[in-house]
Structure formats: C-alpha cells, structure tokens
C-alpha cells in the first residue's frame, strides 16, 4: 500500500489546548430498566452485527503523528494499532461493517490518502471507504472523481476545523456540489467542537448550524453526515433533520458519556431514523464499546436502537 511520509509541523490535532479535557470515568451503573434493556439487545444479537459509522484508518506514520498530538494537546488515545489491528478489535467488539474516513490536512496529501484506503477497502470487504480532499487545493473536482471512479471510495470527507474552511465556503461549497452531482454521501465535520486554538483558526467562527443550513438550501440533493450530532449545537442540528431529508448525524462521542453535554436523548430518539451509531476509533481515550453500551442502555424503542445500530447507515451507504 502506499506510504505516506508526514510533516508533524503541518498536521492539527482534533481538539483543544484551551479545552477541558475530563477524565474517563467509568460509566454509571445502570438503572435497572437499562440494564434490561442492554442484556436484552445482547441475548438478541442486536450488539454484535452493528455499522460504525464512524472510523478512521490512516497510513501508520500519520497514526504516530496523531498520537503525538494528542499526547501533547488533548486526551491519551486508549487504542494505538496499526489500521489492520484497528479493523479486528472492531471486529472483536461487534461491529460488522465500519465506515472509514480520512482528512487531508495539507495539499498534496489527498491522493495518497484516497489511493491508501481504496487499496484496504478492496482487501477488506467489511470496509466502507470515504476518501478526501482538501477544499480549494488544485483539481479538487477531480479528485474527488478520482477517488470514486478509480478507488472505488464510497463518498468524501472533510473536516472545517483541520482544514480551516467553513462548510459554506465557496470552496468546500465545489466539493459539495461534486458530491452532489456524483450521488455520493459527504461526511463532514461542520459542528463547533471539539474545538481547539491549536488548528489556527476561529472553529465558532467557522461552524454553526447557519451555515450548515445555508447549504443543504444550496445543494438540496446532498447527503450530508455531521458527525458528533453537531456538537455542540444538538438540538438545533436534530431540528435541522426536520427541515433536510438527506441529513443524517453520527454519535461519535456525544453519546458516550464522556463530554459534559445538554444532549436531550428524548429528542435524539425522536430522530432515531437520522442518526447513525459511530465511535471516532480509535481517535478516543477510552475503549472501543463505550458508547455501545450507552447507546444500548439510553435508547428506549428496540426499533430505532436498530436503525441507530445500523438500518440508517446500511440505507445511507447502500449495503
């Protein structure tokens, strides 16, 4: 596969030296209706067959140079093997399908990343891979086309805060609109935070739910993942759904009780049929199952803990 060679000095962490940073705790015991609730998902099966939505695979030289970062700005990532390693403990704690995604952080680095995750995709059929590019870099139409014609990638992701361009810059507006035309997903991270002084840019600034609005209004046929649900702006990004039919949020981390939050699960389950289950993993400072078991425990309907599982992201990702 290819090997990519990094440049520590150009690639941003994903959240804040200013940021609050809290421990992992354990989770709290359960009450006895969650409790329940999760043995009764386990004796279905319903934990063991699930989508993550949400996954990231890189070339090892930028694992290592994430992992530098997050020891130096945030929280100790909990899991550091290679992408192949990344896949079986997946595996191994339930998930039968994963979504992997990339970012490019610099110009030049788009197409090796997309060529990289083409090349594990095809190996591992349990992959669904989402390539990059990074807004307003040259030919980024065509590498977007490249990476879905010639790759065999699934859709594109971009994230506003490592690449420091609004979700309705002109420029991510052309990837978008690439998106759009081809009729594949775009994932990407359009939420405030985690937030982080380090990428060198204002990421409140950047990102708000206005602006995410401005282009679903702009290119109505997008489908469009924010992951995190919006964080931290959940429930102005659940309304959102109410407005967008192609809108669909993913849990990474907002559902794993681990950020204190104002997440209303009442709501988040009234819009069980946009949200897709997601972890972030290994990019977390806890282990794997976390917000699975969460998910199991708070979500209250079997039906939409099914969607959320995995009927939303098999329909998304048409698997």
Not at 114 to 133: C, M
Request: hydrophobic share 45%; charged share 20%; aromatic share 6%.
């Amino acid at each position: 596969m290819a090997r990519m060679h990094t440049n520590l000095s150009q690639l941003q962490p994903c959240c804040a030296d200013h940021m609050h940073v809290p421990p992992v705790h354990p989770l709290a015991a359960p009450t006895p209706e969650e409790a329940a609730r999760e043995a009764r998902r386990i004796e279905q099966g319903a934990l063991s067959a699930m989508i993550d939505a949400h996954v990231h695979l890189f070339p090892q030289p930028l694992f290592a140079a994430l992992h530098r970062w997050f020891d130096a700005h945030a929280w100790n990532i909990a899991f550091r093997g290679s992408s192949e390693e990344t896949i079986a403990h997946l595996h191994q704690n339930g998930v039968a399908r994963m979504v992997a995604l990339v970012f490019a952080h610099k110009e030049g680095a788009s197409r090796t990343l997309n060529r990289y995750l083409g090349q594990l995709a095809t190996a591992e059929p349990s992959i669904i891979g989402v390539g990059t590019v990074l807004p307003g870099e040259p030919d980024a139409r065509g590498i977007v086309k490249e990476a879905i014609a010639v790759h065999g990638l699934r859709g594109i992701k971009l994230h506003c805060h490592v690449q420091r361009v609004a979700i309705d810059d002109p420029r991510t507006v052309e990837v978008l609109a690439a998106c759009q035309e081809l009729g594949v997903p775009a994932v990407v991270h359009a939420g405030r935070e985690p937030s982080s002084a380090a990428y060198g840019v204002d990421c409140h600034a950047i990102c708000n739910v206005k602006r995410t609005r401005r282009v679903l209004q702009q290119l109505p046929n997008l489908r469009l993942v924010v992951p995190h649900i919006g964080a931290d702006e959940y429930g102005d990004y659940l309304r959102l759904c109410d407005e967008f039919p192609h809108l669909y949020l993913d849990t990474a981390m907002a559902c794993a009780d681990y950020f204190p939050d104002a997440l209303d699960w009442t709501q988040l389950e009234q819009h069980a049929d946009r949200v897709l289950y997601g972890t972030d993993f290994p990019i977390v400072p806890y282990e794997m199952g976390r917000e699975r078991t969460v998910l199991a425990r708070r979500i209250v309907d079997d039906v939409k803990f099914a969607q959320i599982a995995g009927g939303n992201a098999a329909r998304l990702w048409g698997v």
